[in-house]
């Protein structure tokens, strides 16, 4: 036999080889990766008080149909989509934090949700709202509410948007503290707008507005309002009763009645009501309305 024949033989047999070699193997991942054991058949879904199991198992399901390349199983155990099924988990209105694992022929899905605290709105009297959790993101739009139960937050310039926080984080929760004070001195909130300069205007829910900046604490903000309120003259506030109290200036407070002058509510000049004022609450300071018309 001629060289080349044997070299042609030898190299037909090898061909043969390989492709054997490689028909076994496929042979081998298509019955393997169809062994029951190793196959998904249940997805169990817990945690999120609020969200459907049913609904979020059903599509974690769809996502496992099918083959990869018309070849592997989905279900395959060992090559389930994961990652796949965290991104839909995630677009999933109020699931947070979704965590995969599995055991056995179960793909087990837990699931923590985001608990709504307040609204993101556009505007303090529009339905265009977003769900916020405890740290001020927003994970959801919100059905038209006309209810109190939440506080409304607007950023001015910033309309609403999902998967965002509002405001920075740090003044999201200066404002829920403020929130939380006025609730305990029964002057409850019922929307606060806060602008790029960090000075947020707080509606009541009886009525009235108060100017505050988050410059100061929130404490010492409240603690500037009550030492207004202790006074005879303004003793008579309660939230329905005034246009607003601006409380953006330390220990100048400018207070406005309905068809009264501006006025601050403490003394420079000697004299009157105004110095009576001053005697009964020394921390605070007053100045003239031209002054507050100036600053407001």
Request: proline share 4%.
């Amino acid at each position: 036999m001629r060289p080349e024949t044997k070299q042609l033989l030898k190299n037909i047999s090898i061909g043969l080889g390989v492709f054997t070699l490689i028909g076994c193997l496929l042979y081998g991942v298509w019955h393997g990766t169809r062994i029951s054991v190793l196959t998904i058949d249940e997805v169990l879904v817990s945690g999120g008080e609020t969200i459907s199991h049913s609904a979020v198992a059903s599509d974690v399901s769809a996502l496992l149909e099918g083959e990869y390349m018309r070849f592997v199983p989905r279900r395959f155990a060992w090559t389930y989509p994961e990652t796949e099924i965290l991104a839909t988990l995630n677009q999933i209105d109020r699931v947070k934090d979704p965590q995969i694992s599995r055991d056995g022929r179960t793909l087990f899905i837990t699931l923590a949700e985001y608990k709504p605290v307040a609204l993101w709105c556009d505007a303090t009297s529009t339905t265009t709202c977003a769900f916020i959790d405890s740290d001020g993101y927003a994970f959801a739009l919100a059905p038209q509410l006309t209810g109190g139960a939440f506080v409304r937050y607007v950023q001015v310039g910033q309309p609403v948007a999902t998967g965002e926080g509002f405001a920075q984080h740090d003044d999201f929760a200066l404002l829920r503290e403020l929130v939380t004070l006025l609730g305990q001195s029964d002057w409850p909130v019922a929307a606060i707008e806060l602008d790029q300069a960090r000075d947020a205007f707080v509606y009541l829910a009886g009525g009235g507005e108060l100017k505050v900046s988050l410059l100061l604490m929130p404490v010492d903000t409240i603690d500037n309002l009550q030492t207004v309120l202790s006074t005879e003259q303004y003793r008579h506030l309660v939230p329905n009763n005034f246009v607003y109290i601006d409380l953006r200036f330390g220990n100048k407070v400018f207070v406005s009645e309905f068809g009264v002058p501006v006025v601050e509510s403490a003394v420079v000049a000697e004299g009157g009501a105004d110095e009576a004022a001053r005697l009964e609450n020394p921390a605070i300071e007053t100045a003239t309305s031209s002054d507050a018309a100036a600053l407001d």
